[in-house]
Each structure stands twice: as structure tokens, then as C-alpha cells.
């Protein structure tokens, strides 16, 4: 038995830090909603019991380092699985590129095993189980629109933005995550994005006011880190975006553009600059299972 499931990327289109935790995590506040870039994720059974992994990008780790894997494991020992699982992942997702593709896919292999194990769990109960893997993992189970608290685990689903065209640019480096929060200084932040006005935009389905509150507070720093990224984001506006923001710690950086004729200007003007551009939209409301 074999089932498919799409992993989706996630943009953030707010992304705030309210304070340094005692556990050495964040509290953050963030407005994440995903697109229709996407991994697959294949899950074939196992009679064995063993888990297994295979993925179509080469340097993408296929043990317990991955995060889908780790879902495997972990969704196989809390309910004391016997069948095995064998996980092939196609990926479209840039890898380390803050579009949440490692928490995604393991999201996908989260609910493509309570089909195909028969364990009858909730998307709150797969949830749960993801919040052990990773900060975005919850969500990116859900899928849709939300607002994020805590350390991203505490979500509120939101209704759909309004409608547009989502152009992402990845530079061809890597961003360490941890490396770009160590570097950010929370008492510090002088300009914290407006939440509550994105919440409006979405609740309005209200894309200029969308593009108005668009803010991420860990921008700054991968900017100053890698200049590459900040002229990704100057190209994306001198060409004529509406909107244009980096997602999670970089260094992929998206424009939002309501006119098609708009999208083949931005996408030719980066392809230029360089390899890594996709062109999506929005997917809005929640998935759901999301199975192909």
C-alpha cells in the first residue's frame, strides 16, 4: 500500500520576537500562511517494521537528522506500531531556506502514517506530536492560515488572504537559524511588525493593507549577515512588487503581486540574479489532509 502526500511551503508574512524563553527558545508571535511550491512525500508500507528513507535531493540527510524520519520514529514508538514505512521524498523545496520544507515534509509524513497505520488520530493529536519535532512542524500539519504564538506551537487558524501571486528568490547560500536568533538583540528591536493589522488585512481580505503590515524582525539581521539577500529584496522592489518580505531567517525573500503582467517582470529581472526563483500562489484556507 502506497500514499501521497504534498508537503507546502509556508511563508511568513509576520514574524515578531516578544521575548527570550527560560528553555532557550523564543516567544514569538508570527502570521504564516502556505503556498503551492511543494514537496511530495511518498509512504510506502513496510512489513518489516523498519523505517526507511530515500529522497530525490542527494544531500538531504536520511536518518534520524531528518525531520520526516524523526516523525516516523516517533509516531511509531507512541503508538506502538508494528508495520515499518518506507518515505521517499521529492523535493521542490529549497532546503535551508526558511520555507519550513524540513518541518513541512515531516507534517505530510505525520499525516500520511495515521492513514496508512489506521491510527485514527486527529489533526490536534498530530499536531501535538509535531511540536516535539520542530517549532513550525504544528502548522505546517494544519496547513492554511494562522497566527503562531508560544514557539510557534500555539495556533490560531485565520481565513484565507486575499488572492495573489507569491514570487520566491532563494541566493545560493545557507542560513543557520539558530546562528541568525543568536545574533538578534530583543531588547533591542526598535520596529516590531503590526500583527494586528495584519490579522485585519486577512480577516478583510484587504491586500493593500496585507502588503502594508508585512514585517519580520529577523530580517535585519540576515540582511546584515548576507548582503545577497538584501539585494534580492531591493530587485524585487525597484521591479515593481507590491509587496516584498524574507520568510522565516532567510534567506529566501518573496514578493506579492496581484497583476499577472507584474509576475514575468519580477520573475525574468531575478532569474538574471539568480537560479533559485518559483513562481506560486497563495493556497489560503487550511488543507485539511492535504493528500494527493
Known amino acids: 500500500m502506497r ?9 511568513n508574512l509576520t514574524l515578531d520576537v516578544l521575548a527570550k524563553r527560560p528553555d532557550g527558545y523564543h516567544e514569538v508571535e508570527m502570521v504564516m500562511t502556505t503556498v503551492d511550491l511543494a514537496d511530495r512525500v511518498d509512504l510506502t508500507l513496510r512489513g518489516d517494521g523498519e523505517i526507511t528513507l530515500d529522497c530525490s535531493a542527494s544531500f538531504v540527510p536520511d536518518d534520524i537528522r531528518n525531520h520526516a ?23 521542490q523545496i529549497p532546503v535551508a531556506a526558511g520555507l519550513a520544507g524540513g518541518s513541512s515534509d515531516a507534517a505530510a509524513t505525520l499525516r500520511g502514517l495515521n492513514q496508512l497505520w489506521n491510527l485514527g488520530l486527529s489533526l490536534d493529536e498530530l499536531a501535538a506530536v509535531g511540536a516535539e519535532i520542530g517549532s513550525d512542524v504544528p502548522f505546517c500539519v494544519y496547513g492554511g492560515t494562522a497566527l503562531a504564538k508560544g514557539r510557534g506551537e ?15 528568490a532563494k541566493p545560493p547560500i545557507g542560513v543557520s ?14 520596529d516590531h511588525p503590526q500583527t494586528g493589522e495584519m490579522l485585519m488585512a486577512i480577516e478583510d481580505q484587504d491586500f493593500s493593507l496585507m502588503c502594508q503590515s508585512l514585517g519580520n524582525v529577523l530580517e535585519n539581521v540576515t540582511l546584515a549577515l548576507h ?47 539568480v537560479k533559485d526563483v518559483f513562481v506560486a500562489r497563495m493556497l489560503g484556507a487550511q488543507e485539511g489532509e492535504m493528500l494527493a
Open 69 to 91: 524520519y524523526k516523525a516516523a520514529v516517533l509516531l511509531k514508538e507512541r503508538y506502538h506500531v508494528r508495520e515499518g514505512v518506507h518515505l521517499y521524498i521529492d523535493k
Open 227 to 273: 548582503p545577497q539577500v538584501r539585494q534580492i529584496k531591493e530587485l524585487m522592489m525597484a521591479s515593481g512588487a507590491d509587496g516584498v518580505l524574507m520568510s522565516g531567517s532567510g534567506p529566501t525573500v518573496f514578493a506579492l503581486v496581484q497583476k499577472e503582467a507584474k509576475v514575468h517582470r519580477i520573475y525574468n529581472a531575478l532569474r538574471g540574479f
Open 3 to 11: 500514499i501521497s502526500v504534498k508537503a507546502p511551503a509556508k511563508i
Open 154 to 168: 500555539q495556533i490560531t487558524h485565520l481565513g484565507p488572504p486575499a488572492p495573489c501571486w507569491v514570487i520566491l
Open 177 to 190: 537559524t539558530a546562528d541568525v536568533y543568536g545574533n538578534l538583540r530583543v531588547p533591542e528591536i526598535a
